[in-house]
């Protein structure tokens, strides 16, 4: 069973830092973008960084300058590193990722994570 599983979220003080990750498992040959997405309580889920394989992170202004993304192909891991959190910052923070499941050759699929909670205490 192919699925992606987010960890590193937690209750931080403004100011602090958190790392998430995302490991993605299963029978997987490929993987193209990976990107983090954020959805506060009753608002609209949004990205806030993608990367894929070969090109630049790119990152949207919503935490522009005070996040991270990395991966690790060997790992087939994602990361997340949040830096100088804020209030606003709490939501639910998802993993995403296009996994090529059936072949090397064949299209991607998107995968979403279960999410990962993140709160950011004044």
């Known amino acids: 069973q192919v699925q992606l599983v987010e960890s590193g979220g937690g209750l931080v003080e403004a100011g602090g830092s958190l790392r998430l990750s995302c490991v993605a498992s299963?029978?997987?040959?490929?993987?193209?973008?990976m990107a983090w997405y954020r959805q506060p309580t009753g608002k609209q889920r949004e990205l806030v960084a993608s990367?894929?394989?070969?090109?630049?992170?790119i990152y949207e202004d919503v935490m522009r300058g005070r996040v991270t993304i990395s991966r690790d192909e060997a790992k087939r891991t994602v990361y997340l590193q949040m830096d100088n959190l804020k209030p606003d910052d709490t939501a639910i923070y998802f993993c995403?990722?296009?996994?090529?499941?059936?072949?090397?050759?064949?299209?991607?699929?998107?995968?979403w994570g279960q999410g990962t909670q993140v709160t950011v205490s004044s």
């Open positions: 995403n990722a296009d996994l090529l499941t059936h072949s090397a050759w064949s299209p991607a699929r998107n995968y």
């Open positions: 299963g029978r997987i040959f490929g993987i193209n973008t």
């Open positions: 990367i894929d394989s070969r090109g630049p992170p």
